[in-house]
């Protein structure tokens, strides 16, 4: 389909605006933006970046030669805008790289992949145990952060939008879940553990299984994510990343943050060409 008049005006203005590698080189500065998402990439009370993303792209960065970082905060259903509006250079949310996405933006080859979960009120007194719950009983509501990919999920699994509670980022989720607003959070294993973490109103599903959608186990691979158009700098932190990942550091960094043994190896499981063409 050819593009409109306005469609090639505006992908040439985001064209002209992404900064290369060459001038975020030159001037020594790249802005990379997190969505404040733990353990995927956050900025402490201290404002030091953490998480897998960023503690893996500070790594990156050092080898490429970029002396500072300039961390950018930012709602989830922001990032992807962010970029296009060229208010960031590069994405280290650990984003899940998903055919939709990928007619927007660039994105590495994956940096990790994870599983899904569920949080819970304490007791888990309406005994859920999958996503697919929330199609079966209309009684059930599910929240889920704007932006996020377990929209699609509960879409494809016949979730009724009456049944979907929207919310802003993962801090709004514990009082969302722990008042009833919704009987559930919907998002990574790893969001949730986290969040069950923080308060005893709340735990993980157990016994979880993970949605299987149009006959295929969901699991997500996260990279990093860059403008549309800004090859030289994916390029670059791709050959950064491939090196990194051989080293021991690039294990230990990850794991650290709660990714288990099958994340790792999973890791490596799909290339984004495949993510990006997936049906």
Known sequence: MALSGVAMSALALTLANAATLEQIKKSGTIRIAVANEIPYGYVDPKGEALGAGPTVAKKLMENLGIEKIEWVTTSFSSLIPGLQADRFDMVAAEMAILPDRCKTVLFSEPNTSYGEGLL??????????????????????????????????????????????????????????STGRADAYAATSLTVSGLASQNDGVEVASDFADPVVNGKEVRSWGGFTFASGNESLRDAVNDALSEFKKMPEWKEIVTGYGFTEADVSGSTAHTTADLCSAD
């Open 120 to 177: 819970v009120a304490a007791g888990n007194p309406k005994d859920i145990k999958t996503y697919e719950d929330f199609a079966k009983n209309s009684a059930l509501k599910v929240a889920i952060m704007a932006g996020a990919d377990q929209l699609e999920m509960m879409q494809a699994l016949g979730v009724a939008e009456g049944n979907l509670v929207t919310i802003a980022s993962n801090a709004d989720a514990i009082s969302t879940v």
